[in-house]
């Protein structure tokens, strides 16, 4: 008598949007409602992920099972393999179940998203599992909304920016664009203040911290920042 073999779970990636919950697709809405199991990052301390307070608008207390995954903040390439094999391992067992699981993520899946490193990592160790994306709105188009900026129209060049310590890298990717999005910049703020205002578009540029959502912060005039803190989940928006 031949074993019955499991038919694996599907791995869905679920991009939900910038931060206001009413800015999920359909689409990713029925896979919350229909997966077996929701996956989403989780804070050490405590404290609600951004994924995970966009998603409980939707998922009733005890509705479903629910995966909090830690990722380290490092850029040690051992350790951040350790970890993404820790996180498939976990992720794995269900889907050996036959059991569908929806991982979520602000934002879009597949821009600057931990859910490229986790798919990655799933396809690698276990290519037989079907992987899906559900596209989602990314914080630089709902800046552009809560800003009432045209990120970009005809021929115009536009670009995301992940931004960095590396001034005349900075200052180039001004240059060669008519409308830049910085992101990760709540780190090298003073520099890109620096930066704007010796080009002369200190300006025509804004800072959204957690946009869309109701703990949204808005600055029109970033020379307010020089010297400031900010939120690890702020974008900068330069529109010449």
Same mark, same amino acid.
């Given at each position: 008598?031949?074993?019955?073999? %499991?038919?694996? !779970?599907?791995?869905?990636?679920?991009?939900?949007?910038?931060?206001?919950?009413?800015? *999920?697709?359909?689409?990713? =809405?029925?896979?919350?409602?229909?997966?077996?199991?929701?996956?989403?990052?989780?804070?050490?301390?405590?404290?609600?992920?951004?994924?995970?307070?966009?998603?409980?608008?939707? *998922?009733? +207390?005890?509705?479903?099972?629910?995966?909090?995954?830690? =990722? +380290?903040?490092?850029?040690?390439?051992?350790?951040?393999?350790?970890?993404?094999?820790?996180?498939?391992?976990?992720? $794995?067992? +269900?889907?050996?179940?036959? /059991?569908?699981?929806? =991982?979520?993520?602000?934002?879009?899946?597949?821009?600057?998203?931990? $859910?490229?490193?986790?798919? /990655?990592?799933?396809?690698?160790?276990?290519?037989? %599992?079907?992987?899906?994306?559900?596209?989602?709105?990314?914080?630089?188009?709902?800046?552009?909304?809560?800003?009432?900026?045209?990120?970009?129209? !005809?021929?115009?060049?536009? #670009?995301?920016?992940?931004?960095?310590?590396?001034?005349?890298?900075?200052?180039?990717?001004?240059?060669?664009?008519?409308?830049?999005?910085? *992101?990760?910049?709540?780190? %090298?703020?003073?520099?890109?203040?620096?930066?704007?205002?010796?080009?002369?578009?200190?300006?025509? #540029?804004? %800072?959204?911290?957690?946009?869309?959502?109701?703990?949204?912060?808005?600055?029109?005039? *970033?020379?307010?920042?020089?010297?400031?803190?900010?939120?690890?989940?702020?974008?900068?928006?330069?529109?010449?």
């Amino acid at each position: 008598m031949t074993a019955t073999t %499991v038919k694996l !779970g599907t791995l869905y990636g679920l991009g939900v949007g910038p931060g206001d919950p009413e800015l *999920i697709t359909v689409k990713a =809405f029925r896979i919350l409602k229909e997966a077996d199991v929701i996956a989403y990052p989780k804070k050490r301390m405590g404290s609600k992920s951004y994924a995970h307070q966009i998603m409980e608008t939707y *998922i009733q +207390p005890g509705e479903k099972e629910l995966l909090g995954l830690v =990722f +380290p903040m490092t850029k040690d390439a051992d350790t951040l393999q350790a970890s993404w094999e820790k996180t498939v391992a976990t992720i $794995w067992e +269900p889907l050996s179940q036959g /059991r569908d699981v929806a =991982f979520v993520t602000e934002g879009d899946p597949n821009l600057y998203s931990t $859910w490229i490193h986790m798919a /990655r990592t799933m396809k690698s160790l276990h290519p037989d %599992v079907e992987i899906h994306s559900v596209p989602g709105i990314s914080s630089a188009l709902g800046a552009a909304a809560r800003l009432g900026l045209h990120l970009a129209d !005809g021929d115009e060049h536009f #670009a995301i920016i992940p931004a960095t310590d590396d001034r005349e890298s900075m200052k180039q990717a001004v240059e060669s664009h008519d409308t830049v999005v910085f *992101i990760k910049v709540a780190k %090298v703020m003073d520099l890109m203040i620096d930066v704007l205002t010796e080009l002369g578009l200190d300006r025509n #540029a804004s %800072v959204v911290t957690k946009v869309t959502s109701g703990e949204e912060q808005v600055w029109l005039d *970033i020379h307010e920042l020089k010297g400031q803190e900010l939120n690890y989940l702020s974008l900068l928006v330069v529109r010449k």
